[in-house]
């Protein structure tokens, strides 16, 4: 996977943005010319995205706990 992508995730906080990311990937990996090699590629980047979104939740969370205190 591009070094440069996966960067380029984690350097975003925007949820919003990264969810619009996925989206466009997701239609990506839909077209029926994309052969199985680049569908995995791809896949591997919204597993990434995922990753990066459920991280931004997480710490999100934590600041609305520390909050309650």
């Not at 949820?15 to 090699?37: P, T």
């Not at 680049?38 to 934590?62: C, F, H, P, S, W």
Request: charged share 30%.
């Amino acid at each position: 996977m591009n070094g440069e992508f996966y960067a380029k995730v984690l350097a975003t906080t925007d949820g919003s943005a990264l969810e619009l990311l996925r989206d466009q990937l997701v239609k990506e990996v839909c077209a029926a010319h994309v052969n199985w090699q680049t569908r995995a590629e791809v896949y591997q980047k919204i597993q990434v995205i995922n990753e990066r979104l459920m991280q931004l939740d997480a710490l999100a969370e934590g600041r609305d706990q520390s909050r309650e205190l």
